[in-house]
């Protein structure tokens, strides 16, 4: 410190440290100020859809063939009107929006990241006829399709992992049994792969 303290009475004393807490209480606040516009900026420049006197955008950019009048914002990137189902503004080819649904609202983007250990991001949804993973179709019988937890999932004749095919894995006696591992009447699994 600059003066000795012994020099100095209190009321001067006082006034120097109250002065000192108040320029790092200043930087404190102008700091927490900082990251809060960078956070709003951030946040404000996110893709989303909106509506606008009958035309449909997905951030700054136009889709063309939106029907306004229709159109839903299922959250997680995900659209629908009544001819297409969007993805991050793309339609998705050979969906049919009166059958589609978001399935498990704990991998949305904004809710809390779920705890299970590998989670999809996107996860998988189904309509009548087709099987996919995040935006990508899988080769799975959509009758027969079911998720089994962890990324883990199988139809009548196959076990998939992550959208991608489980090698070697029997889809009769497969089951998830927690922290990314699978079974099934032989083999174990862990994150899709079989465990030698």
């Not at 006082?14 to 108040?22: G, P």
């Not at 992550?162 to 990314?180: D, Q």
Request: aromatic share 14%; hydrophobic share 35%; with cysteine.
């Amino acid at each position: 410190m600059l003066f000795n303290e012994n020099d100095l009475s209190l009321q001067q004393l006082f006034t120097i440290k109250t002065l000192t807490t108040m320029k790092q209480t200043g930087f404190l606040h102008r700091s927490l100020l900082l990251v809060a516009m960078v956070g709003w900026a951030l946040t404000s420049n996110a893709q989303r859809y909106e509506t606008d006197h009958g035309r449909v955008y997905y951030g700054n950019e136009l889709l063309m063939h939106a029907d306004a009048r229709s159109f839903i914002d299922l959250g997680c990137g995900y659209a629908k009107d009544r001819h297409n189902v969007y993805m991050d503004g793309r339609v998705l080819e050979n969906v049919d929006p009166s059958t589609f649904r978001l399935k498990d609202r704990r991998t949305w983007r904004h809710h809390e990241q779920n705890t299970e250990e590998h989670q999809a991001p996107r996860g998988y949804f189904k309509t009548n006829m087709n099987v996919y993973y995040g935006d990508k179709k899988i080769n799975a019988v959509a009758a027969t399709f079911e998720e089994l937890g962890g990324g883990y999932a199988k139809d009548a004749f196959t076990v998939y992992y992550c959208g991608e095919v489980v090698k070697g894995a029997m889809a009769s006696s497969f089951r998830y049994t927690g922290n990314g591992y699978g079974q099934d009447t032989f083999d174990a699994y862990y994150r899709g792969k079989k465990i030698k």
